[in-house]
């Protein structure tokens, strides 16, 4: 059974800090997605990363995915309290499916 | 606006009850599914149609039911309802098997059960 996690669960952050925040997944999967959550709102698509190495970035955060080890980095570089959300990775179980298992989460909170 | 539509956006019920969440995929897309979101289980994928076909389930109790109609709009039903069932549903909706556009997520649903 495929189990993705995240750390950590809980990030505080001064403005202009860089941090990474990581998602491990269990099994082999061809596709990670990471979305972004505000409190009591959808889920906002922030990328989809296909292949081994794929490297993907929108403004201040940069996501790159490790299939061989099986292990998704969401980087934020000079953070903004703007990013202040709960971030969450997801994988696909198998390559013949299109259902999501979430990872945990990542609260991040930035501050002044 | 994300294209998918959920009614309602609020839903208070007694226990016991039965209630219908109601999703409007965004336009072209053929595939919906449902997750349930709560404190202690996190995001749970529940159930997945394409094109009106049961495709693929979750972790979906028995006392839940869903299905997707010829127009591609689909609707959760929650039986029985118990405290336990009190979360944030949000429905999903992808192009068929492209999945290199990743799934858009409606508002969601937040069930309460008192």
């Known amino acids: 059974e495929l189990k993705v996690e995240q750390n950590p669960l809980f990030l505080s952050m001064q403005e202009g800090k860089n941090y990474t925040i990581y998602c491990n997944y269990s099994?082999?999967?061809?596709?990670l997605y990471w979305y972004r959550q505000d409190p009591g709102k959808s889920l906002e698509s922030l990328f989809v990363?296909?292949?081994?190495?794929a490297v993907k970035q929108e403004g201040r955060l940069m996501a790159s995915l490790d299939t061989k080890a099986r292990l998704s980095t969401l980087h934020i570089t000079a953070a903004v309290h703007d990013l202040s959300a709960t971030y969450f990775c997801a994988v696909p179980p198998s390559y013949n499916t299109d259902k999501l298992i979430f990872g945990t989460g990542t609260r991040l909170q930035v501050f002044p | 606006d994300s294209g998918v539509t959920q009614t309602p956006k609020h839903l208070i019920t007694a226990t016991g009850q039965r209630v219908t969440l109601r999703c409007s995929p965004r336009?072209?897309?053929?595939?919906v599914y449902w997750y349930q979101q709560s404190l202690d289980q996190g995001l749970q994928f529940l159930i997945h149609?394409?094109?009106?076909?049961?495709?693929a389930k979750g972790n979906i109790l028995e006392r839940f039911s869903a299905q997707q109609f010829p127009d591609l709009h689909s609707e959760l039903n929650l039986s029985s309802l118990e405290l336990g069932d009190s979360a944030l549903y949000f429905c999903?909706?992808?192009?068929?098997?492209?999945?290199?556009?990743?799934?858009?997520f409606g508002s969601g649903t937040r069930l309460t059960v008192v």
């Open positions: 149609y394409y094109n009106g076909e049961e495709r």
């Open positions: 336009s072209g897309d053929l595939s």
């Open positions: 099994t082999t999967s061809d596709r």
């Open positions: 990363l296909l292949s081994n190495g």
């Open positions: 999903a909706s992808s192009v068929g098997n492209r999945r290199h556009y990743g799934y858009t």
